[in-house]
């Protein structure tokens, strides 16, 4: 048998050793201007037999969202250099895999116009009395007087797409052009697109006081609170279709936007230069004798070195 190391690795300690030194180094990262985020998930435990021995693999994952693609480079770079870091320190080697990457979306004011246009058809959703109730019932369980409007007015407003960017802008940098995120994002680069809110059911804010978020869930849950959002989203969704299948002149200012933004824009091509996530260790659930468990199944690559007896 070969010697042991002097120094063990330590997959759990570098994990610990990444997470610490990239909360430290956020201040480092991008100046406190944007609306820029950074999160972090420690999704797998680390991978030890006994409690004497050290986590052979150890796992963080990054998730981060800026208005522009030079601000990600950016916390990328300054998360390489920590991952190098934290794994130099523990004895360990450092592998780094995409789950994935969304670019920033195309505008279209086109679709826009006629998106809205159909939200004012369909209306704003309208909460009946059941609802009410149920709202009043949160109220009340978190020690509150029950309102009798316990939604926020804001639900039953329609906002003007000029509006609302008005809104946003009022709250961001001049130079911040794209807001928030999501990943409906990517398909903006493929096919005129537009997107829209429709405020679900959220208690009236009070003076002093937060609700906690699992009032906001509970609403969601509650299909008198819910449903009435569905109802106006669908009905906006099936006219706006209607709209640009019938009336050939809006389907094409939408068309003629779209070509024009992405002929005009410096990087149209999708971001998608990684290898599809479709070997990584998630949690699986099963179920045993014992009932439902779940546990952390082995990759691909795990299974190909077993196979060649390096595992």
């Known amino acids: 048998m070969p010697p042991a190391p002097p120094f063990p690795p330590g997959a759990n300690d570098a994990v610990v050793a990444m997470y610490s030194l990239s909360k430290m180094m956020r201040d480092h990262m991008l100046p406190h ?87 004012a058809l369909a209306g704003a959703p309208a909460y009946g009395d059941e609802a009410v109730r149920a709202a009043r019932a949160l109220q009340r369980e978190l020690g509150l007087e029950p309102m009798a409007k316990p939604f926020a007015d804001e639900l039953s407003q329609l906002i003007p797409p000029e509006e609302a960017e008005r809104r946003v802008r009022h709250d961001i940098p001049a130079w911040q052009t794209h807001y928030t995120s999501d990943d409906y994002t990517d398909m903006s680069w493929f096919a005129p697109t537009v997107r829209f809110y429709v405020g679900r059911a959220t208690l009236k804010a009070l003076p002093g006081f937060a609700y906690p978020e699992w009032a906001l869930n509970a609403l969601g849950g509650i299909p008198s609170c819910i449903d009435p959002t569905v109802a106006t989203a669908g009905k906006t969704i099936a006219a706006t279709i209607l709209d640009l299948m019938t009336d050939g002149s809006g389907l094409a200012r939408a068309k003629v936007e779209f070509a024009s933004r992405r002929a005009a824009a410096t990087d ?44």
């Open 268 to 311: 149209p091509d999708p971001w998608c230069d990684y290898a599809p996530p479709i070997d990584f260790p998630w949690p699986e659930y099963v179920v045993t004798p014992r009932g439902r468990e779940w546990w952390i199944p082995a990759t691909g690559a795990d299974r190909a070195l077993e196979r060649r007896g390096k595992l």
């Open 33 to 119: 201007a944007g609306t820029w985020t950074l999160n972090e998930a420690i999704l797998a435990s680390g991978q030890a037999t006994a409690d004497n021995l050290a986590a052979q693999m150890a796992m963080i994952m990054f998730a981060a969202r800026a208005p522009a693609a030079e601000m990600l480079k950016k916390i990328f770079a300054v998360l390489d250099r920590n991952a190098d870091a934290a794994a130099a320190a523990a004895h360990c080697t450092v592998k780094r895999h995409w789950v994935s990457k969304s670019k920033p979306g195309l505008a279209n004011h086109a679709m826009a116009e006629i998106a809205y246009a159909n939200l």
